[in-house]
Every structure is written in C-alpha cells, then in structure tokens.
C-alpha cells in the first residue's frame, strides 16, 4: 500500500508570498494529481503528471521520479489560493485507476 | 459541458437508516468513482467502475455499502442501516479513461444522527 505524506499540514502565509507544498510517496507510481479543495468542498485538478514539470499561471508542479517526491509551486500568492491542497498518487500495474491520497495541506493567504 | 453532479448535496439521517445518494458522471466518461472524505480525514477510495467491466469494490468498507452503475451513466451508492461512522462527505469522479484526469462532483455531505 503507498503511504502519501504531505508537508507541512497547515500553511500561512502574507500575500505575494512564494509557497511550496511537499509530497512524498512510497511505492513507485504511474502518475501523481494535485487537488484543490475549497471550503464547501469541491474538488479541483490542477495537475497530473508523471515526469518533470508542469506549470499552469501562477502554479509550478515538478515531480522526481527517483526520489519519489512531488512539490507544488505557487507563486505570488493571493488569498483566493486560500485551500486544501491534496496530492493523489496513482498506482502502477493493474489497479492503475485507484487513487492513494494525502490528507492535505491547509494553505490560508492573509492579505 | 455540465461538470459531475452528485444529489442530494446535503442528507441528514437516523442511525439504522438506508441512504442513496446519486452521481451523474460527465458525458462520455467510461470511468466512475466513488470516494469518502471523513472529517479531518484524507479522501478514501470506495469503488471503480469502468464501462460495462466488473466493478472494482475493494474499497467499500463493509457489506452494509452496494453501488451500482448501468453502463456509462448514472451510479447510485447505498448505504444500508446508517451509522454515525459513516458521516462523511461522499465523493463520485468521472474520467474519459482510466488514465486520465478525474473531474469531481461537489459531493454528498451526510451526516447520521
């Protein structure tokens, strides 16, 4: 079973700030998602990757393979970043459908 | 396009209740999913299913839990004799394919009294 780890659990920040949320994994892996979830629930994409990086706007996601380790990049925060940020890890092989999950990361941008 | 639909949003219940809550996958999209979110607690995975293939259940957490899905439509997941444990948010994804990016619904928030 892959144990998903996030880092650090809550994170605050002042706006414009340069935030990184941390990822690791045990087992090896087909693909790696990073969520967003807002308050009231809903469930964002923002990523999926497998190699290298990604950058979407102001998010920057890079993933090492070897390492087994993923970060997300937000750059310039503002306080609609505010979220849970979660980090889903797809497993190799057969049941390459199942999600293993983290339990998130609380992002909170004060103004 | 209309994104993943799950209803109700909301189901307040009695312990020893049946509950089904319902999920409307996007357009197109073989594969569904259902997952759990417990209060502070990170999203787990229920069940798979993928076109007209058998479902994957191995994540339903005890015989009390059914879900059903006919073809590459609506899914319905059951959850017989409610009990408080199982409050939580219910999530259902939908996905062109397995390989690809799964869109969420808003969830079903229950809660069993």
């Known amino acids: 079973k892959n144990e998903v780890e996030q880092s650090p659990q809550n994170l605050t920040a002042q706006e414009g700030e340069f935030i990184t949320i941390n990822c690791s994994y045990s087992?090896?892996?087909?693909?790696l998602h990073w969520l967003q979830q807002h308050p009231g629930g809903g469930i964002v994409s923002l990523f999926m990757l497998s190699s290298g990086k990604k950058k979407h706007g102001r998010l920057i996601a890079t993933i090492n393979i070897q390492e087994k380790h993923s970060s997300l990049h937000i750059t310039a925060s503002h306080p609609r970043d505010s979220a849970v940020y979660i980090c889903a890890v797809k497993n190799s092989g057969g049941s390459n459908y199942k999600l293993t999950f983290g339990k998130g990361t609380l992002l909170t941008v004060n103004p | 396009g209309a994104g993943v639909s799950q209803s109700p949003s909301n189901k307040v219940t009695e312990k020893g209740k049946d509950v089904e809550l319902r999920c409307d996958p996007i357009s197109g999209h073989t594969a569904l999913y259902w997952y759990r979110q417990r209060l502070g607690q990170g999203l787990e995975f229920l069940i798979y299913f993928q076109g007209n293939s058998a479902p994957d259940k191995s994540g339903l957490p005890s015989d009390r839990f059914s879900a059903e899905r006919t073809g590459e439509s609506v899914s319905t997941l059951t959850i017989q004799r409610t009990q408080q444990e199982d409050s939580a948010v219910y999530l259902c994804a939908s996905s062109r394919d397995p390989a690809e990016t799964q869109y969420f619904g808003p969830g079903t928030r229950l809660l069993v009294l």
């Open positions: 087992v090896g892996i087909s693909a």
